[in-house]
């Protein structure tokens, strides 16, 4: 039972830094016949905590409105006053 705890303890230890430090992972698959290359696929993969990732710069998840509501928000203003232009040059347009 204490070679349970200190296993738990000794992953939980190595996630903590994992995640504070990040992890790259990254490969290419390529599908071909003949040497044709017919697909490639390159998978890009970081593993890290959003204060790390925030920390480099990665932060794209604050500005996709199916993942954040505060962009989702965003989206919606922006939409409505572009629409909101574009009535007001139309009814422009008509009046001359």
């Not at 903590?16 to 490639?40: F, P, S």
């Not at 932060?59 to 954040?68: G, K, M, N, R, V």
């Amino acid at each position: 039972m204490v070679e349970h705890s200190m296993q738990s303890s000794t992953i939980v230890d190595v996630l903590e830094k994992i995640l504070d430090k990040g992890v790259v992972i990254a490969g290419d698959i390529t599908v071909g016949i003949a040497d044709v290359e017919l697909l490639t696929i390159k998978i890009r993969l970081i593993v890290a905590s959003v204060d790390k990732a925030k920390e480099i710069g990665m932060d794209w998840w604050e500005t996709d409105p199916y993942l954040s509501s505060k962009a989702a928000n965003n989206t919606t203003k922006t939409l409505e006053e572009e629409n909101k232009r574009l009535l007001e040059r139309l009814e422009s347009l008509e009046r001359k």
